[in-house]
Protein backbone atom coordinates (compact mmCIF):
# COMPACT_ATOMS: atom_id res chain seq x y z
CA UNK A 1 0.00 0.00 0.00
CA UNK A 2 1.14 3.83 -0.83
CA UNK A 3 0.86 5.43 2.07
CA UNK A 4 1.93 9.39 0.74
CA UNK A 5 -1.01 11.72 1.65
CA UNK A 6 -2.32 11.72 -1.89
CA UNK A 7 -2.80 8.14 -2.78
CA UNK A 8 -4.44 5.90 -5.67
CA UNK A 9 -3.68 2.51 -5.03
CA UNK A 10 -5.26 -1.13 -6.24
CA UNK A 11 -5.71 -3.93 -4.44
CA UNK A 12 -3.84 -6.23 -6.91
CA UNK A 13 -2.12 -4.59 -9.97
CA UNK A 14 -4.78 -2.07 -12.06
CA UNK A 15 -3.52 -3.55 -15.59
CA UNK A 16 -2.75 -7.06 -14.39
CA UNK A 17 -5.19 -8.62 -17.09
CA UNK A 18 -6.03 -7.76 -20.56
CA UNK A 19 -9.80 -6.88 -19.56
CA UNK A 20 -8.18 -4.68 -16.87
CA UNK A 21 -5.48 -3.24 -19.25
CA UNK A 22 -8.58 -2.22 -21.98
CA UNK A 23 -10.29 0.10 -19.39
CA UNK A 24 -6.80 1.95 -19.21
CA UNK A 25 -6.56 1.97 -23.16
CA UNK A 26 -10.24 2.49 -23.78
CA UNK A 27 -10.30 -0.35 -25.65
CA UNK A 28 -13.41 -2.92 -26.40
CA UNK A 29 -13.39 -6.29 -24.77
CA UNK A 30 -15.55 -9.22 -26.29
CA UNK A 31 -16.04 -11.52 -23.12
CA UNK A 32 -19.07 -14.64 -24.06
CA UNK A 33 -19.13 -15.12 -20.30
CA UNK A 34 -19.49 -11.93 -17.81
CA UNK A 35 -17.83 -14.41 -14.82
CA UNK A 36 -14.86 -14.77 -17.14
CA UNK A 37 -13.46 -11.39 -15.44
CA UNK A 38 -14.70 -11.65 -12.22
CA UNK A 39 -12.41 -12.63 -9.60
CA UNK A 40 -12.74 -15.95 -8.51
CA UNK A 41 -13.75 -15.53 -4.64
CA UNK A 42 -16.76 -13.46 -6.48
CA UNK A 43 -17.83 -15.67 -8.79
CA UNK A 44 -20.59 -17.78 -6.60
CA UNK A 45 -22.10 -14.56 -5.41
CA UNK A 46 -21.85 -12.98 -8.98
CA UNK A 47 -23.58 -15.76 -10.16
CA UNK A 48 -26.39 -15.41 -7.73
CA UNK A 49 -26.68 -11.88 -8.36
CA UNK A 50 -27.16 -12.29 -11.91
CA UNK A 51 -30.10 -14.92 -11.83
CA UNK A 52 -31.54 -12.35 -9.46
CA UNK A 53 -31.37 -9.28 -11.68
CA UNK A 54 -32.54 -11.28 -14.76
CA UNK A 55 -35.47 -12.13 -12.34
CA UNK A 56 -36.78 -8.79 -12.10
CA UNK A 57 -38.38 -6.30 -14.74
CA UNK A 58 -36.35 -3.59 -16.39
CA UNK A 59 -36.24 -0.09 -14.68
CA UNK A 60 -39.25 2.17 -16.09
CA UNK A 61 -41.89 4.43 -13.92
CA UNK A 62 -44.53 1.68 -14.07
CA UNK A 63 -42.56 -0.91 -12.69
CA UNK A 64 -40.94 1.11 -10.07
CA UNK A 65 -43.64 0.92 -7.58
CA UNK A 66 -43.10 -2.89 -7.13
CA UNK A 67 -39.34 -2.78 -7.39
CA UNK A 68 -39.48 -0.79 -4.36
CA UNK A 69 -41.93 -2.84 -2.78
CA UNK A 70 -39.93 -5.90 -3.52
CA UNK A 71 -36.73 -4.32 -2.26
CA UNK A 72 -38.32 -4.22 0.98
CA UNK A 73 -38.21 -7.75 1.56
CA UNK A 74 -34.56 -7.99 1.74
CA UNK A 75 -34.22 -5.22 4.96
CA UNK A 76 -33.18 -6.15 8.10
CA UNK A 77 -34.37 -5.10 11.49
CA UNK A 78 -32.27 -2.42 13.32
CA UNK A 79 -29.74 -3.80 15.90
CA UNK A 80 -31.49 -4.04 19.22
CA UNK A 81 -27.85 -4.05 20.93
CA UNK A 82 -27.34 -0.30 18.88
CA UNK A 83 -29.31 2.72 20.38
CA UNK A 84 -30.85 4.70 18.14
CA UNK A 85 -33.59 7.59 17.19
CA UNK A 86 -36.04 8.98 14.89
CA UNK A 87 -35.84 12.63 14.32
CA UNK A 88 -38.05 15.03 12.33
CA UNK A 89 -35.95 17.77 11.53
CA UNK A 90 -36.71 21.28 9.51
CA UNK A 91 -36.70 20.54 6.10
CA UNK A 92 -36.38 22.50 3.13
CA UNK A 93 -38.99 24.20 0.89
CA UNK A 94 -41.33 21.75 -0.72
CA UNK A 95 -40.44 18.77 2.59
CA UNK A 96 -41.04 20.59 5.51
CA UNK A 97 -40.07 17.82 7.37
CA UNK A 98 -37.18 15.61 6.80
CA UNK A 99 -36.89 11.88 8.24
CA UNK A 100 -33.01 11.46 10.17
CA UNK A 101 -32.35 8.05 11.70
CA UNK A 102 -29.98 8.68 14.33
CA UNK A 103 -27.27 5.50 15.69
CA UNK A 104 -25.25 5.65 18.87
CA UNK A 105 -25.85 9.64 20.09
CA UNK A 106 -23.87 10.01 23.36
CA UNK A 107 -24.23 13.86 24.43
CA UNK A 108 -21.82 13.20 26.98
CA UNK A 109 -18.95 12.84 24.45
CA UNK A 110 -17.26 14.49 21.30
CA UNK A 111 -16.61 12.44 18.77
CA UNK A 112 -17.17 12.70 15.09
CA UNK A 113 -20.21 12.13 12.73
CA UNK A 114 -20.95 10.16 9.31
CA UNK A 115 -23.82 11.53 7.35
CA UNK A 116 -24.76 8.83 5.38
CA UNK A 117 -27.07 8.34 2.39
CA UNK A 118 -28.17 5.16 1.09
CA UNK A 119 -27.94 3.77 -2.31
CA UNK A 120 -30.57 2.89 -4.76
CA UNK A 121 -30.19 4.34 -8.83
CA UNK A 122 -31.47 8.31 -7.02
CA UNK A 123 -34.78 5.98 -7.33
CA UNK A 124 -35.15 3.27 -4.69
CA UNK A 125 -34.02 2.59 -1.31
CA UNK A 126 -34.49 3.72 2.30
CA UNK A 127 -32.48 5.30 5.23
CA UNK A 128 -34.53 3.12 8.03
CA UNK A 129 -33.60 -0.43 5.74
CA UNK A 130 -30.09 0.51 6.17
CA UNK A 131 -30.44 1.34 10.09
CA UNK A 132 -28.66 -2.12 10.95
CA UNK A 133 -25.50 -1.39 8.92
CA UNK A 134 -25.30 2.33 10.03
CA UNK A 135 -25.39 0.88 13.48
CA UNK A 136 -22.91 -1.49 12.97
CA UNK A 137 -20.63 1.33 11.30
CA UNK A 138 -21.22 3.34 14.58
CA UNK A 139 -20.10 0.95 16.64
CA UNK A 140 -17.29 0.42 14.83
CA UNK A 141 -15.86 3.65 14.91
CA UNK A 142 -17.25 4.65 17.65
CA UNK A 143 -18.89 7.50 16.10
CA UNK A 144 -22.61 9.16 15.72
CA UNK A 145 -24.27 8.33 12.41
CA UNK A 146 -27.32 9.85 10.92
CA UNK A 147 -29.05 8.46 7.80
CA UNK A 148 -31.08 10.56 5.59
CA UNK A 149 -34.39 10.13 4.47
CA UNK A 150 -34.15 12.02 1.27
CA UNK A 151 -36.78 12.63 -1.31
CA UNK A 152 -36.58 9.84 -4.29
CA UNK A 153 -36.79 10.67 -8.22
CA UNK A 154 -38.89 10.76 -10.84
CA UNK A 155 -41.16 12.01 -8.10
CA UNK A 156 -38.29 14.43 -6.88
CA UNK A 157 -35.70 15.69 -8.96
CA UNK A 158 -32.07 16.67 -7.76
CA UNK A 159 -33.14 20.12 -6.37
CA UNK A 160 -35.41 18.85 -4.12
CA UNK A 161 -32.95 15.55 -2.61
CA UNK A 162 -30.03 17.72 -2.17
CA UNK A 163 -31.62 20.02 -0.35
CA UNK A 164 -32.96 17.39 2.17
CA UNK A 165 -29.71 16.04 2.62
CA UNK A 166 -28.15 19.79 2.98
CA UNK A 167 -30.95 20.50 5.29
CA UNK A 168 -29.92 17.10 7.49
CA UNK A 169 -26.01 18.39 7.24
CA UNK A 170 -26.90 22.00 8.52
CA UNK A 171 -29.19 20.13 11.18
CA UNK A 172 -26.46 18.36 12.16
CA UNK A 173 -24.04 20.49 12.44
CA UNK A 174 -26.30 22.95 14.24
CA UNK A 175 -27.10 20.82 16.84
CA UNK A 176 -23.39 19.21 17.47
CA UNK A 177 -23.44 19.74 21.52
CA UNK A 178 -27.12 18.07 21.46
CA UNK A 179 -25.92 14.58 19.54
CA UNK A 180 -21.83 14.68 21.02
CA UNK A 181 -20.50 15.47 18.05
CA UNK A 182 -17.18 17.50 17.15
CA UNK A 183 -18.33 20.21 14.20
CA UNK A 184 -15.10 19.65 13.01
CA UNK A 185 -15.19 16.26 12.06
CA UNK A 186 -17.74 15.84 9.91
CA UNK A 187 -17.85 12.94 7.46
CA UNK A 188 -20.08 12.36 4.24
CA UNK A 189 -20.58 8.95 3.38
CA UNK A 190 -22.95 6.84 0.89
CA UNK A 191 -22.68 4.23 -1.67
CA UNK A 192 -23.45 3.86 -5.52
CA UNK A 193 -26.37 6.85 -5.69
CA UNK A 194 -25.72 7.60 -2.18
CA UNK A 195 -22.28 8.40 -3.21
CA UNK A 196 -23.26 10.58 -5.65
CA UNK A 197 -25.30 12.35 -3.16
CA UNK A 198 -22.55 12.75 -1.34
CA UNK A 199 -20.53 13.90 -3.71
CA UNK A 200 -23.08 16.63 -4.61
CA UNK A 201 -23.25 17.35 -1.00
CA UNK A 202 -19.78 18.27 -0.70
CA UNK A 203 -19.90 20.48 -3.35
CA UNK A 204 -22.97 22.00 -1.61
CA UNK A 205 -21.12 22.67 1.36
CA UNK A 206 -18.11 24.18 -0.18
CA UNK A 207 -20.03 26.60 -2.34
CA UNK A 208 -22.19 27.72 0.50
CA UNK A 209 -19.45 28.15 2.88
CA UNK A 210 -21.78 27.13 6.25
CA UNK A 211 -21.06 23.71 6.88
CA UNK A 212 -17.17 22.44 6.66
CA UNK A 213 -16.82 18.97 5.92
CA UNK A 214 -13.60 16.88 7.01
CA UNK A 215 -14.17 14.21 4.22
CA UNK A 216 -16.23 12.77 1.49
CA UNK A 217 -16.16 8.70 1.43
CA UNK A 218 -17.84 7.41 -1.70
CA UNK A 219 -18.10 3.58 -2.30
CA UNK A 220 -18.49 3.20 -6.24
CA UNK A 221 -20.52 6.49 -6.74
CA UNK A 222 -22.90 7.06 -9.07
CA UNK A 223 -20.60 10.33 -10.56
CA UNK A 224 -21.80 11.19 -14.48
CA UNK A 225 -24.83 11.04 -16.41
CA UNK A 226 -22.60 10.19 -19.26
CA UNK A 227 -21.79 6.20 -18.54
CA UNK A 228 -23.77 4.06 -20.95
CA UNK A 229 -25.47 6.83 -22.44
CA UNK A 230 -23.44 9.36 -24.73
CA UNK A 231 -20.33 7.01 -23.48
CA UNK A 232 -20.23 4.06 -24.34
CA UNK A 233 -18.61 1.22 -21.94
CA UNK A 234 -16.66 -2.11 -23.01
CA UNK A 235 -19.37 -5.02 -23.16
CA UNK A 236 -17.70 -6.96 -19.78
CA UNK A 237 -17.78 -3.12 -17.57
CA UNK A 238 -21.21 -3.15 -15.70
CA UNK A 239 -22.33 -6.86 -17.14
CA UNK A 240 -23.18 -7.94 -13.39
CA UNK A 241 -25.59 -5.92 -11.07
CA UNK A 242 -26.13 -2.21 -12.30
CA UNK A 243 -25.89 -1.52 -15.90
CA UNK A 244 -26.42 0.53 -18.60
CA UNK A 245 -29.89 0.79 -19.07
CA UNK A 246 -31.00 0.83 -15.54
CA UNK A 247 -27.95 3.75 -15.23
CA UNK A 248 -29.87 5.90 -18.28
CA UNK A 249 -33.12 5.33 -16.01
CA UNK A 250 -31.97 6.55 -12.78
CA UNK A 251 -30.16 9.71 -13.79
CA UNK A 252 -32.95 10.27 -16.44
CA UNK A 253 -35.12 10.10 -13.26
CA UNK A 254 -32.91 11.96 -10.89
CA UNK A 255 -31.88 15.19 -13.59
CA UNK A 256 -35.57 15.21 -14.61
CA UNK A 257 -33.74 15.43 -18.48
CA UNK A 258 -32.07 13.15 -20.73
CA UNK A 259 -28.98 12.21 -19.21
CA UNK A 260 -25.49 12.57 -20.87
CA UNK A 261 -26.41 16.06 -22.38
CA UNK A 262 -25.09 19.60 -22.22
CA UNK A 263 -26.36 20.23 -19.21
CA UNK A 264 -24.46 19.31 -15.98
CA UNK A 265 -26.36 20.56 -12.95
CA UNK A 266 -26.93 17.58 -10.46
CA UNK A 267 -23.98 15.39 -12.18
CA UNK A 268 -21.26 15.20 -9.62
CA UNK A 269 -18.81 14.41 -11.81
CA UNK A 270 -18.95 17.03 -14.20
CA UNK A 271 -18.65 19.81 -11.65
CA UNK A 272 -17.10 22.91 -13.17
CA UNK A 273 -14.17 22.81 -10.96
CA UNK A 274 -13.48 20.53 -7.43
CA UNK A 275 -11.12 23.14 -5.92
CA UNK A 276 -11.64 23.02 -2.28
CA UNK A 277 -13.45 19.99 -1.73
CA UNK A 278 -12.72 17.65 1.35
CA UNK A 279 -10.22 14.88 0.98
CA UNK A 280 -11.59 11.71 -0.17
CA UNK A 281 -11.49 8.06 -0.53
CA UNK A 282 -13.31 6.42 -3.32
CA UNK A 283 -13.84 2.89 -4.03
CA UNK A 284 -14.70 0.59 -6.75
CA UNK A 285 -14.47 -2.75 -8.66
CA UNK A 286 -12.72 -3.14 -11.80
CA UNK A 287 -15.65 -4.24 -14.08
CA UNK A 288 -18.15 -1.95 -11.71
CA UNK A 289 -20.19 0.04 -14.72
CA UNK A 290 -18.94 3.22 -12.65
CA UNK A 291 -14.94 2.48 -12.90
CA UNK A 292 -14.18 5.18 -15.58
CA UNK A 293 -15.77 7.82 -13.82
CA UNK A 294 -14.69 6.57 -10.83
CA UNK A 295 -11.14 6.97 -11.79
CA UNK A 296 -11.68 9.61 -13.87
CA UNK A 297 -13.14 12.04 -10.52
CA UNK A 298 -9.96 10.27 -8.85
CA UNK A 299 -8.04 12.05 -11.17
CA UNK A 300 -9.22 15.52 -11.23
CA UNK A 301 -9.22 15.84 -7.11
CA UNK A 302 -5.68 14.65 -7.07
CA UNK A 303 -4.46 17.68 -10.21
CA UNK A 304 -6.47 19.99 -7.94
CA UNK A 305 -4.24 19.02 -4.64
CA UNK A 306 -7.16 17.41 -2.94
CA UNK A 307 -5.79 14.78 -0.77
CA UNK A 308 -7.35 11.54 -2.06
CA UNK A 309 -7.72 7.75 -1.76
CA UNK A 310 -8.75 5.28 -5.14
CA UNK A 311 -8.82 1.48 -4.45
CA UNK A 312 -9.81 -0.22 -7.36
CA UNK A 313 -10.62 -3.75 -7.02
CA UNK A 314 -9.76 -6.03 -10.01
CA UNK A 315 -12.58 -8.32 -10.76
CA UNK A 316 -15.02 -6.85 -8.69
CA UNK A 317 -18.61 -6.30 -9.96
CA UNK A 318 -21.18 -3.20 -8.30
CA UNK A 319 -22.06 -4.00 -4.54
CA UNK A 320 -19.93 -6.74 -4.30
CA UNK A 321 -19.00 -5.91 -0.55
CA UNK A 322 -22.19 -6.26 0.44
CA UNK A 323 -23.59 -9.72 -1.62
CA UNK A 324 -20.55 -11.09 -0.86
CA UNK A 325 -19.25 -9.66 2.36
CA UNK A 326 -17.63 -12.52 3.88
CA UNK A 327 -14.94 -13.20 1.02
CA UNK A 328 -11.01 -12.15 1.42
CA UNK A 329 -11.43 -9.26 -1.06
CA UNK A 330 -14.18 -7.54 -0.02
CA UNK A 331 -12.88 -7.95 3.96
CA UNK A 332 -9.74 -6.18 2.70
CA UNK A 333 -12.09 -3.43 0.58
CA UNK A 334 -14.02 -2.63 4.10
CA UNK A 335 -11.04 -2.49 6.04
CA UNK A 336 -9.51 -0.40 4.00
CA UNK A 337 -12.62 2.02 3.66
CA UNK A 338 -13.14 1.82 7.83
CA UNK A 339 -8.67 3.15 8.00
CA UNK A 340 -9.87 6.28 6.06
CA UNK A 341 -12.91 6.70 7.90
CA UNK A 342 -11.23 6.35 11.41
CA UNK A 343 -8.65 9.05 9.97
CA UNK A 344 -11.23 11.21 9.35
CA UNK A 345 -13.00 11.13 12.15
CA UNK A 346 -10.09 11.05 14.82
Known amino acids: MITRRNTVFALGALAAT ?3 AAIQHKMPVTRKNPLDVV ?7 ASQMMAMIAAMPQYSREALPAMRANAVKWAKPPLATVPWEKRLVPGAPGNPAITLYCANVKPDRRRGAILYMHGGGYVGGGAFFELDRAQSLAVTLDCVVISVEYRLAPETTFTGSLEDNY ?3 SWLY ?3 SELGVDRSRIVLLGESAGGGHAALLAVA ?6 VPVAMQCLVYPMLDDRTGTTRAVPGHIGA ?6 ANAFGWHSFLGRRPGGPGTAGVPGRVASVNGLP ?4 GVGSIDLFVDEDMDYARRLLNAAIPTELVVVPGAFHGFDLIAADTQI ?17
Open 18 to 20: PAL
Open 240 to 245: IGWDSK
Open 174 to 176: RNA
Open 39 to 45: NPELRPA
Open 279 to 282: PTWI
Open 167 to 169: AAL
Open 205 to 210: ARDRGE
Open 330 to 346: AKRFTETKIGALKRALG
